[in-house]
């Protein structure tokens, strides 16, 4: 056999293996095909609600507001969620400065009410400056904080503060997009209308607020606060008058100090409305036996 004739040989045995369907050759043509796959990756996303609501003109009638903010991670993977508030270019940032804020987390919106007592993990400041909101949420989670602003003494009146709160949501090196939310905070003309407390002192011991209550009926409820808490005996029109020691003012006051006391009409449940009585300063000192309390600054 001549080599001609062995590589013409070799040639057609090849041309029959292969297209003669030998398993070997289809093994091989197989092996050397392609394969498609994909896979689903997470996202980090963020939502806000609730500034909206909180638009609000202080007054000597209105002198707290206290709104909740929903936090939403609205990704599918687990992310950090934190907040910073801003004023808006063209607004008074004397007044966001002068509106004290905290805010604390709680189970539901509805869990945010004018009576509610500030909880664990609050956080303080004013509209110009306020901690994060931070909270820790799986993909999809939401999470509640109530806010409560009072303006202090120093507000200015007649005057308009644009506040945005912005909310991301963080998990590793991947960051949401910023989102917004903005409300408006005014002052009235006047908020120095507030009737003053009539304050009578026994000797450090205790003192006597009275006001006038000639406008309202008999039978209406009053309480008297040191901020949200309320201090002394609940008292009717009848006798248009509470009782206050030192013991009833929250250790938190400390043990001297001038604090304002407001007297504010109560709704049908016993609960605080907007509607202020009278205001007026009493101070905490020590004497000899312990802390005592007189009217005034």
């Known amino acids: ?6 590589v013409l040989l ?17 093994a091989l043509w197989s ?3 392609t394969t498609a796959s994909s896979a689903t990756i997470g996202k980090v996303a963020a939502s ?7 638009t609000t003109t202080f007054s000597s009638t209105v002198t707290s ?27 008074s940032t004397a007044l966001a400065q002068a509106v004290s804020v905290t805010a604390w987390p709680v189970a539901s919106a509805a869990a945010c009410t004018a009576t509610t007592t500030v909880g664990a993990g609050s956080v303080s400041g004013t509209w110009a400056s306020l901690p994060s909101m931070t909270s820790k949420l799986a993909g999809g989670a939401a999470a509640v904080w109530c806010t409560r602003s009072t303006p202090t003494s120093s ?8 506040i945005t709160v912005n909310l991301t949501v963080a998990s590793g090196t ?41 406008s309202r009926p008999k039978d209406t409820w009053y309480a008297a606060y040191v901020g949200t808490t309320v201090v002394g005996q609940k008292a009717q029109d009848y006798s248009g008058r509470i009782t206050i020691a030192p013991q009833d003012i929250p250790s938190s006051a400390g043990t001297s100090g001038t604090l304002t ?18 205001s007026g300063p009493v101070t905490l000192f020590t004497q000899n036996d312990g802390r005592a309390i007189r009217c005034g600054a």
Not at 1 to 6: A, V
Not at 67 to 74: C, D, F, H, S, V
């Open 1 to 6: 056999m001549n080599r001609r004739f062995r």
């Open 10 to 26: 070799a040639v057609v045995l090849t041309a029959l293996f292969v297209g003669g369907g030998s398993t070997a050759a289809w």
């Open 31 to 33: 092996a050397s095909g």
């Open 48 to 54: 806000i609600a609730g500034p909206s609501a909180m």
């Open 65 to 91: 507001m206290t709104k909740p903010i929903t936090l939403t991670n609205t990704g599918t993977i687990a992310g950090t969620a934190t907040t910073t508030v801003s004023v808006v270019s063209g607004s």
């Open 155 to 162: 507000a200015p009146p007649s005057t308009t503060t644009n």
């Open 174 to 214: 991947w960051t949401s997009g910023v989102v917004q939310g903005g409300f408006y905070l005014n002052t009235s003309a006047a908020t120095a209308t507030t009737a003053a407390l009539v304050c009578t002192d026994h000797s450090g011991n205790y003192v006597d607020i009275t006001w006038d209550a000639s």
């Open 261 to 278: 006391v407001t007297v504010k009409v109560l709704d049908s449940a016993g609960n605080a409305t907007t509607t202020v009585a009278g």
